[in-house]
């Protein structure tokens, strides 16, 4: 999955359940004032719209939104690799 | 006298969060019972395939697993409307979601997330209680919510999602005063500690060492929780409504003894 879709899909998400809007990627989400309640609000969201799954105990490593889209990235090829 | 499936008055249960955890746990007792259980879950990170292979090995029937937020009333109506045309009537719901925003310090005290905390973790109680009654002319006869010791016990992170358990069992109590005469029975469990995805999500595996370190008695598996739900709609406990039932064995009431243990212990070593 193309890195750019996933982030035109977290930051929407973003600004629909918490109304920040144009986060920096390198900033830590908290100093915006995203909870982790938002944080599973946001990935439940995303996960939906871009048909990924990521597991929920992986979201306490995400700080960043550009760690969140790592993580969703991880998620996405991990769930596209072989058997 | 063991439950058997012939004499079980339980056909068709519904449980949010019900794929993973507590929740998946109970519908697996309730289904080797022979109950259709519907499992719901908003994050949608389990694996369907595996829950239907885990139900098939025992026996039990497949179960309905629905993506529904607990948070969202359209999604709630909808999946009424989905359980209306399929079953006759919802004899369980057990209340099992929580999701709670976590709390550090505190500069994580704000308004919404608590507001949001409650809303998924204790409201669904009432909500799905009484879309049950709207939707199906009838009330299930066994609802349980899934309470844990946050309410009296200091847990890392845990104010909202502790604040909420105690709206939650505060509303169970006073569902049960305002629906006995409906032949309904509302009931908590209030679990130890049950290592889950939520538990993890919420104390971090540090926290989580260390408690079970301190305490090991506190931990328990998901299946003792699910043993007291079925005991609770078995028909044997029909006389028990309005309550706060602990389901941790006995392991809260030792706490203090835990601890003294423990700096014992510490202080041996040094």
Avoid at chain 1, 43 to 56: A, C, F, G, I, Q
Avoid at chain 2, 63 to 77: F, G, R, S
């Amino acid at each position: 999955m193309e890195r750019a879709r996933i982030v035109v899909a977290v930051k929407a998400n973003i600004e629909s359940c918490t109304g920040i809007k144009d986060v920096d990627p390198a900033k830590s989400l908290k100093d915006y004032g995203v909870s982790s309640l938002d944080m599973v609000e946001i990935v439940s969201k995303t996960m939906r719209e871009l048909k990924v799954k990521v597991p929920r105990s992986q979201l306490m490593k995400a700080k960043t939104l550009d760690g969140l889209i790592d993580i969703i990235r991880e998620s996405a090829l991990a769930a596209a690799k072989p058997l | 006298m063991p439950i058997t499936s012939g004499s079980w008055p339980v056909k068709t249960v519904l449980i949010t969060g019900g794929t993973k955890g507590i929740g998946l746990a109970c519908g697996l007792a309730f289904a080797k019972l022979g109950a259709v259980c519907v499992l719901t879950n908003k994050w949608g990170s389990a694996n369907e395939s595996e829950i239907y292979a885990e139900f098939a090995r025992t026996g039990a029937p497949r179960p309905l697993i629905v993506e529904a937020d607990v948070a969202v009333p359209e999604q709630t109506l909808t999946l009424m409307d989905n359980l209306h045309s399929r079953f006759d009537e919802i004899d369980v719901f057990i209340c099992n979601v929580a999701l709670a925003q976590n709390v550090a310090g505190l500069t994580d005290y704000q308004r919404r997330g608590f507001l949001k905390s409650i809303e998924y973790s204790a409201w669904p109680l009432i909500d799905y209680t009484l879309a049950i009654g709207d939707k199906f002319g009838k009330y299930p006869r066994y609802v349980i919510g899934v309470s844990s010791l946050g309410p009296d016990h200091f847990l890392p992170n845990y104010d909202f999602a502790a604040a909420s358990k105690a709206c939650l069992e505060t509303l169970a109590k006073y569902l049960h005063a305002r629906l006995c005469g409906d032949d309904v029975r509302v009931n908590i469990l209030r679990t130890g500690m049950v290592l889950t995805d939520s538990l993890l999500a919420s104390f971090g595996s540090a926290s989580i060492k260390n408690m079970q370190e301190s305490i090991p008695d506190l931990f328990l598996p998901a299946e003792d929780i699910a043993k007291a739900a079925v005991g609770l709609c078995s028909g044997w406990m029909d006389a028990v409504g309005g309550q706060i039932i602990t389901v941790d064995k006995g392991s809260s009431f030792n706490l203090a003894s835990a601890v003294v243990n423990r700096s014992q212990n510490n202080k041996e070593r040094t």
